[in-house]
């Protein structure tokens, strides 16, 4: 070293306070020369990629580089003129005077600790701090050297990482839904044939992941029970499905969305699950599998309940709706044979009294008596007509002795009679060998919708359509009324749209009711041929 270096002033450096205090300025000097006295020394603290800085006994800073200076967002004459102690956020200095002391008295002989402070502008900066006193060779302090590491963007990284990491937990342990994740112990060749493979997943593959809603659809009351446990070990190992589902899962990419599966758990109970499984593989080994699964027992055994509940409804109503037709059937006949053929004797009679009357003298003495006679005979013939009428709209005669065709046909005709509606009917000139179940239900969904169409579209035409297409029996009715709106269809009032659908659905058919784009409204009508039936056709067909 120099002894103009050792008596120069130094620019960061405050002079002597005087002679007296010889032992101090020979530290201070010694400390202000230390990273000067050597050009190389002296660039590497300037350059340093980390904050460097120098202080004295007292905690003044007395040299520091240009990345403490960019650490903390200041110049070097700002941090010079304040003491290391001053530097401070939140109460916390960079370096507290009770740390300089124990550094300088020896009885700390370095610290490294992290500490936070705030940059000129205001903003939080984090720093790693390291401090040491450099001694000369009598072991005495001659300046205390800081290295500060600027570990800011660290700091936030391993908070975002705290973070992410605390919604994940947070995510997998409040889940309704099964989370879990099997690791491999030993990696699986994916170019092993598919049993191998499954084998040593049973061999090597264990739980190392589950939140406690897995570990409850097995019947455990908590993650800790099974987390560890082999693939093998677990009772859905040993079910016959699961062997499926692996081949399944490999087949598929190594991956399964929307698995419908029936486990059990512990007790032997029977679970209904929906799984999604996803493999990692890498390099053409497996590595782990990762799953959601979500319990669907309870909605499964309730959709199963509706099921049944509405199958028994519709049965109820099927049975309902033949005891009924056989009812009309059986009254019909009645009418017809019975209170058709008495009224017919009735008629016959008045009409052999009018005769005699008229043949006899009571005419002349009693001219009332043949009026009488005459009004009877016109009501039986009326009445006989209306009974004729009603054992027809009961159950058509033509419905049994001619079949759906016929029946539809004579329908249309009377409803244009009745109604002064037009009517155009169009059939089909296949031969249509439908059960009398099947031809009844079309019959009365036709006799609905004409009813419909009188009472509520002010239409003044109506194409009723029947046609085969695809072993189905298709019947349309569009008129050109006024239309039906959407309230109207889904209006739960609309019984009589309910019974035609119910009629349809009950055969496995299909019904369908829409407001056409023009004017007025279409129903459509579909019912497969009965099985039997449908093989016969078939056969004809070929």
Excluded at 3 to 26: F, L, Y
Excluded at 387 to 413: H, M, N, Y
Aim: hydrophobic share 40%; charged share 25%; with cysteine.
């Amino acid at each position: 070293m120099k002894s103009d270096e050792v008596t120069k002033p130094h620019p960061m450096q405050a002079p002597p306070k005087s002679a007296a205090t010889g032992t101090q300025t020979a530290r201070v000097t010694t400390m202000r020369a230390a990273p000067g006295g050597d050009g190389r020394l002296s660039q590497a603290f300037e350059s340093a990629p980390i904050g460097m800085a120098i202080f004295d006994e007292d905690g003044r800073l007395r040299q520091v580089n240009q990345s403490l200076c960019q650490a903390l967002d200041c110049d070097s004459q700002e941090l010079l003129a304040q003491p290391v102690t001053a530097v401070v956020h939140q109460g916390i200095p960079l370096i507290d005077k009770q740390l300089v002391e124990k550094l300088f008295s020896g009885e700390l002989p370095s610290y490294r600790g992290e500490r936070r402070t705030l940059t000129k502008q205001g903003d939080p900066v984090w720093l790693d701090l390291t401090a040491v006193v450099v001694r000369g060779p009598g072991d005495e302090a001659l300046y205390g050297l800081a290295m500060i590491e600027n570990i800011t963007h660290r700091k936030r990284s391993a908070e975002a990482l705290r973070q992410s990491e605390e919604r994940y937990r947070s995510f997998v342990a409040n889940s309704s839904e099964g989370i879990w994740r099997f690791e491999i112990e030993q990696p699986i060749d994916i170019s092993l044939p598919a049993e191998e493979q499954i084998a040593l997943f049973y061999q090597h593959g264990y739980l190392a992941e589950c939140n406690d809603a897995m570990a409850r659809m097995y019947g455990h009351s908590c993650a800790d029970e099974i987390l560890g446990a082999r693939f093998g070990d677990f009772l859905l190992a040993s079910n016959p499905t699961s062997l499926a589902t692996m081949r399944k899962f490999m087949a598929n990419g190594y991956q399964l969305q929307n698995l419908d599966k029936i486990e059990v758990d512990k007790s032997g109970a029977q679970k209904r699950f929906v799984t999604n499984v996803v493999g990692v593989v890498i390099n053409g080994r497996l590595l782990r599998l990762w799953g959601t699964q979500r319990d669907e027992t309870q909605r499964k055994e309730a959709e199963d309940e509706v099921r049944d509940s509405r199958q028994r409804m519709r049965s109820l109503a099927a049975r309902i709706q033949a005891l009924r037709e056989q009812e009309r059937s059986d009254i019909a006949r009645e009418m017809h044979d019975v209170l058709g053929q008495s009224l017919t004797s009735v008629r016959l009679d008045l009409s052999w009294l009018q005769k005699q009357v008229l043949n006899s003298t009571i005419q002349s003495e009693n001219p009332e008596i043949t009026e009488r006679l005459m009004a009877a005979t016109h009501e039986v013939e009326k009445t006989i007509a209306e009974v004729k009428t009603l054992s027809t709209e009961l159950r058509p005669g033509v419905l049994d002795k001619f079949g759906l065709a016929a029946a539809i046909e004579w329908q249309c005709q009377e409803f244009e009679r009745r109604t002064g509606i037009k009517c155009d009917c169009q059939i089909t000139s296949e031969e249509l060998s439908l059960t009398s179940e099947r031809s009844t239900a079309l019959f009365r969904i036709l006799q609905e919708a004409l009813v419909n169409v009188a009472r509520h579209s002010q239409a003044s035409s109506v194409c009723v359509t029947l046609g085969v297409d695809n072993a189905q029996v298709h019947l349309t009715v569009a008129d050109n009324g006024k239309g039906i709106t959407a309230e109207q269809i889904s209006n739960p009032a609309s019984l009589g749209l309910l019974g035609m659908r119910e009629r349809a659905e009950l055969l496995d058919g299909y019904f369908n009711i829409e407001a056409l784009a023009t004017r007025g409204t279409k129903i459509t009508a579909s019912i497969p041929f009965a099985p039997a039936v449908l093989s016969i056709v078939e056969d004809t067909a070929k």
